[in-house]
Nanobody, 116 residues
Framework: VQLVESGGGLVQPGGSLRLFCAASETIFCFHSMGWYRQAPGKRRGWVAG????????GYADFVKGRFALSTDNAKNTVDLLMNNLEPEDTAVYYC??????????WGQGTQVTVYS
């Protein structure tokens, strides 16, 4: 199983970016999928995710109201729309999936840099 991210880049504060995560299998093969991020010198932390079992979506407090997770079942993608970006959002963003066989999958990461 592979997860491939894209969509990172440079943006000014207040700007927007959309990150894309393409799975090599249907997203229904995952118990849950989502996004994590890791800033320089910090631990990787959860940003947003959804669970297939109850079709629920959740967000970390620091992104609520700014980020939105969406899925495209036909394309096997999990997208993260990021609005009103702040310098503190600068990090490498990773797509994550807990497969139905309970193997945890990670993408290679995509860099997001918010600069003023």
């Amino acid at each position: 199983v592979q997860l491939v991210e894209s969509g990172g880049g440079l943006v000014q504060p207040g700007g927007s970016l959309r990150l894309f995560c393409a799975a090599s299998e249907t997203i229904f093969c995952f118990h849950s999928m989502g996004w994590y991020r890791q800033a320089p010198g910090k631990r990787r932390g959860w940003v947003a995710g959804f669970r297939n079992g109850d079709d629920s979506t959740g967000y970390a407090d620091f992104v609520k109201g700014r980020f939105a997770l969406s899925t495209d079942n036909a394309k096997n993608t999990v997208d993260l729309l990021m609005n009103n970006l702040e310098p503190e959002d600068t990090a490498v963003y990773y797509c994550n999936g807990l497969h139905s066989d309970y193997n945890e999958c990670w993408g290679q990461g995509t860099q997001v840099t918010v600069y003023s």
